[in-house]
């Protein structure tokens, strides 16, 4: 007699065995329920769970390079701006407003009174001339220094032919204003200030821990990092789990849904997607979240849970111009247009455009005229005037000999 028919018989000499058989089907049924996914806590906890790709360099928005590390810098920092995600246009951020002077040479940027770092401090336009300074500092040697070269003397300084900062382009001409001069026009500006090069940093968060042009510094560690940003850092755990809550100081907090953002780095995708699919994540990164190989699945199956939206990059082969046969322009030109994109376009299922130009399509409202396509009759016969009727690969030269694709 197993378990369940010595309980239930019990049933019939009175009311403990009554207790008994219900208390055991209550435990049963507990066993057998289903249990509440990270997700689905995750949304009753206003908790979102991001599969981010790749573990950050650094939380260090000066330092960091990578477009998944820029998902965790938007969370812990704000620039002047932000790029609204329906329109792409830059909307206010730390700055409530802009003006641009008549010649567009001079931007001037009124930042929000209420804006306060997660410590409480306010944010004033001398921590955005602090943060320019360092970033463009030869002796910092950041990655994304160029993105601030727009501004008049900026590229100077940063490649050391000039050493007064003064003589750049940025002044803070009250706690709240700052003002920005430019090389020449550049009617971009106010998006290119969403970038995270150009977020503001804490001066003395960072001088409290070292110099202000040192990289790796422990001062954006847990406990340490200050930031003006919607959320906080509470933990980093290297190749486990960053966790950022909310900014009790952050001007707009009252508006800012969430309590909690948990970002996991997942270097490979299809882990990254499986762990989509049990439930452990609400959203996977932009690139290379989703195998290529799964997108029919979800579109035929589940396409409300796919979004193949547009990313500003360009994916391109370079050839070394220093080095035979690719010092000749023609060359290079019959090898572009040698390139079958579309058939390349289709191996990615629809999720890739051809790119006909290193500017993505409608960029800013502004697409590219007069690109490259495909024309593989013109490609042989510019081969076959550089020499190389038959094309390149195993072919012979009698200026190059034998030709051969490297690495090197």
């Not at 790709?53 to 932000?82: C, K, R, S």
């Not at 001079?106 to 930042?111: E, S």
């Not at 921590?127 to 910092?140: C, G, K, Q």
């Not at 989509?276 to 396409?303: D, M, W």
């Amino acid at each position: 007699m197993n378990a369940f028919a010595s309980t239930c018989n019990a049933a019939r000499r009175g009311f403990p065995g009554k207790a008994a058989c219900l208390l055991l089907l209550l435990l049963v049924s507990a066993g057998c329920s289903r249990r509440e996914t990270p997700a689905e806590a995750g949304v009753r906890t206003q908790t979102l769970l991001v599969g981010n790709a790749a573990e950050p360099a650094d939380l260090d928005p000066q330092v960091q390079f990578a477009a998944t590390d820029y998902n965790i810098a938007n969370a812990l920092f704000e620039g002047l701006t932000w790029t609204d995600a329906k329109t792409s246009l830059p909307v206010p951020g730390a700055a409530e407003r802009w003006d641009e002077s008549p010649d567009g040479r001079v931007y001037t940027f009124h930042l929000r009174p209420e804006a306060r770092w997660s410590n409480g401090d306010p944010v004033s336009a001398s921590d955005f001339v602090f943060s320019f300074h360092r970033i463009l500092r030869p002796t910092f040697a950041s990655a994304s220094a160029n993105m601030l070269w727009p501004i008049k003397n900026a590229r100077a300084f940063n490649s050391g032919k000039i050493t007064d900062f003064s003589l750049v382009g940025v002044k803070a001409l009250d706690p709240v204003t700052l003002e920005i001069t430019l090389e020449q026009p550049t009617g971009y500006l106010p998006a290119l200030t969403a970038n995270q090069a150009w977020f503001p940093v804490p001066q003395k968060t960072i001088e409290k821990f070292g110099a202000a042009d040192r990289m790796g510094s422990v001062w954006t560690r847990p406990g340490n990092l200050v930031g003006n940003g919607p959320f906080q850092l509470t933990e980093w755990t290297p190749n486990g789990r960053i966790v950022v809550e909310k900014n009790p100081h952050y001007w707009n907090v009252a508006h800012c849904r969430l309590n909690r953002v948990e970002f996991f780095p997942m270097d490979n995708p299809a882990s990254e997607e499986l762990a989509f699919r049990a439930g452990q994540l609400h959203v996977t990164a932009a690139l290379p979240g989703l195998p290529v190989s799964k997108i029919a699945a979800y579109r035929a199956e589940i396409p409300r849970r796919l979004r193949i939206e547009p990313l500003l990059a360009t994916d391109y082969l370079i050839f070394n111009t220093a080095r035979a046969p690719f010092d000749r322009p023609a060359l290079r030109r019959a090898l572009s247009l040698a390139i079958d994109r579309d058939a390349i376009v289709g191996l990615y299922q629809g999720s890739v455009l051809p790119a006909r130009g290193l500017t993505p399509p409608n960029c800013g409202g502004y697409t590219m005229e007069g690109a490259p396509h495909d024309d593989a009759a013109a490609a042989r016969t510019l081969l076959a005037d550089a020499g190389f009727p038959r094309g390149l690969l195993g072919q012979r030269h009698p200026d190059f000999g034998d030709f051969k694709l490297s690495s090197d």
